[in-house]
């Protein structure tokens, strides 16, 4: 069966005139050749028998004429034969012309449009005609379904039942897809509904939060200029209260000055007496053996001085001794950290501890042997520092070992010393730091002067350590002085610094040295003291021990001078000396601390 597509009933356009020799009526570079050739040859084969006559009759035109008129050529008949070379020119004439003009001929629109409508058309018609000729086959299945169903009989009556369900089920699973389709559907309307209500609500939240943000600004605007005010009138009373400041501390500063003044007077005025009082005890401090305390720094700076620029650089320079030194030095270190309150293994460590120093088969190089002297010495005084502050009876055994090894090792006496100087400052002798060197020059930097005096690093690394971690640590290795002090030698006495005579020394020195009595950590010390050998002092000196305890007693009740209390103002003063209350109170009530 065919069917050919009719023509559309819109009118067609009239050609209009030629252009001029400068334009060109083409067709569009959209259109294109091959789909009008298809169309051509659709409606050709479609066409009737006058269609083709027309055509036949139309192709006697010669291709000379077609070339000439081009510009009225809009549809080239299929049957028209031309020679190559007429091809040609028809191909370049309509490439030249395309290369120079575009132009849109109203016809050529009017026809492929009539065209494509008729397709429409066409196609439309086929499809109903399709759908008739599917309806008049099931139909007729019908037909040919129930004459067989009733030829059959009842014998095929349950196949075609469940054919018939089959087919229900088919049309139920359709409409069960529909529905399901149409809940889908009104949910995503819905999920669309609360999308767009929660959008409404954002935007609203966000119009809300901007018009509160706008208010706070505006707050904000205007509590800035109350500010600014408030800050203007602020900055007047503070230049107000800096002038007055400014005059206040020029007036304290001039005070300052003059008490500096006053003070360095009296501190020379008093150094001159010191003086004058020295040269004169001179001779007699000859004739005695006894030296001042200026003479104790000396020796015991150039002591510490010659250890370091000796045995120790030496030791530290020679890579086999550094490597024996080390050895030997971490053979001591944990026998220190074994040492317990029993007799018997104080004895043993000791004996340990000589034996490492001074082996029985023969003799360290006199190098290593002294840097191992200068390494126990540093080991027990820092020992004494982390343990005696803790307990302060663990500074019995640490005095016990000590004092064995002055009775037994040589040089040891004289090291030590240096090293408890190097740690504690001048507060073995007691002393104040001098501004000189033992060179008579001053000191390099301030730090040389602060490292001097014993000061170290804060255990929490920020700086220099506080006035209380400086007081117990002081405290702490001179309690273990102290109860070496107290010991009593058997084989013969000791090095002079460390005889019981040290402790008449040592109180009546700092006793008379305001200097020291206004350092916060002498109260400190001067408990310590007390509490290790108040007792014996008192069997041994007597009434001028109780003498030197009223000096005590008055330095830290009334002031050693007026209104001068022994530790100063400090908090770290005043509770030191309610201890040295409590330990003048238990020596006079005979009570052991």
Not at 132 to 161: C, I, P, S
Not at 476 to 495: A, C, D, E, Q, T
């Amino acid at each position: 069966m065919r069917f050919r597509a009719p023509r559309s009933v819109s009118p067609s356009p009239v050609r209009g005139k030629p252009r001029s020799s400068s334009t060109f009526g083409i067709q569009s570079d959209s259109d294109s050749e091959d789909y009008n050739s298809e169309v051509e040859s659709s409606f050709a084969l479609d066409s009737d028998d006058d269609d083709a006559n027309s055509v036949a009759s139309t192709s006697s035109s010669s291709s000379f004429e077609l070339v000439a008129d081009i510009n009225k050529l809009s549809l080239r008949p299929r049957n028209i034969t031309r020679t190559p070379l007429e091809q040609r020119q028809i191909d370049e004439t309509v490439a030249a012309i395309r290369l120079r003009a575009h132009y849109t001929d109203p016809y050529e629109e009017w026809e492929k449009e009539t065209r494509k409508e008729a397709m429409k058309t066409a196609r439309q018609e086929y499809m109903e005609r399709q759908l008739e000729l599917q309806k008049a086959q099931e139909r007729q299945e019908t037909l040919v379904a129930q004459k067989y169903a009733q030829h059959r009989g009842d014998v095929n009556m349950d196949f075609d039942r469940a054919v018939v369900q089959a087919r229900q089920s088919l049309l139920d699973q359709q409409t069960s897809l529909t529905n399901d389709l149409k809940e889908r559907t009104k949910k995503l309307w819905k999920k669309i509904e609360v999308s767009i209500k929660a959008e409404e609500e954002r935007v609203a939240t966000r119009l809300e939060a901007e018009r509160k943000a706008k208010a706070e600004e505006e707050q904000k605007q205007k509590e800035a200029e109350l500010k600014k005010r408030i800050a203007a009138e602020k900055l007047l009373q503070e230049e107000t209260a800096r002038k007055k400041a400014a005059a206040e501390k020029k007036q304290a500063e001039e005070e300052k000055e003059r008490r500096e003044q006053e003070e360095l007077s009296k501190q020379k005025k008093l150094e001159e007496e010191q003086s004058k009082r020295e040269d004169d005890e001179l001779e007699l401090r000859k004739m005695l053996n006894l030296s001042t305390r200026s003479d104790d720094w000396r020796v015991a700076r150039t002591n510490l001085h010659s250890l370091k620029s000796g045995p120790m650089r030496g030791v530290k320079a020679a890579k086999e001794l550094r490597l024996e030194w080390g050895k030997l030095r971490r053979s001591v270190v944990p026998k220190i950290g074994q040492l317990t309150n029993d007799p018997v293994a104080i004895a043993r460590i000791s004996q340990q501890i000589i034996e490492i120093c001074r082996p029985p088969g023969g003799s360290h190089d006199p190098t290593i042997y002294i840097a191992l002297l200068s390494s126990v010495s540093k080991t027990i005084i820092l020992q004494a520092e982390t343990e005696v502050t803790a307990e302060k009876r663990s500074a019995g055994p640490l005095a016990q070992v000590a004092f064995a090894l002055l009775d037994t090792l040589e040089h040891f006496p004289t090291i030590f010393f240096a090293k408890l100087v190097q740690r504690c400052g001048g507060w073995p002798i007691p002393i104040v730091v001098p501004a000189l060197d033992i060179d008579e020059l001053p000191w390099n930097t301030a730090d040389d002067r602060v490292k001097a005096s014993g000061v170290r690093k804060s255990i929490n690394g920020q700086g220099l350590e506080s006035t209380e971690e400086y007081s117990n640590r002081i405290s702490s290795v001179m309690r273990v002085y102290f109860h070496i002090l107290k010991i009593r030698p058997v084989n013969g006495p000791l090095h002079e610094m460390f005889q019981l005579p040290r402790c008449w020394a040592w109180f009546a020195r700092m006793t008379s040295d305001p200097r020291l009595l206004r350092d916060p950590v002498a109260p400190q010390l001067l408990y310590t003291g007390l509490d290790v050998l108040g007792l014996e002092a008192v069997d041994v000196w007597g009434q001028q021990w109780v003498k030197m305890l009223g000096l005590v007693h008055e330095g830290i009740t009334v002031g050693y001078e007026k209104d001068k209390l022994i530790g100063g103002n400090s908090a770290e003063g005043a509770a030191a000396r309610t201890r040295v209350m409590v330990a003048l109170e238990n020596i006079v009530n005979g009570v052991e601390s």
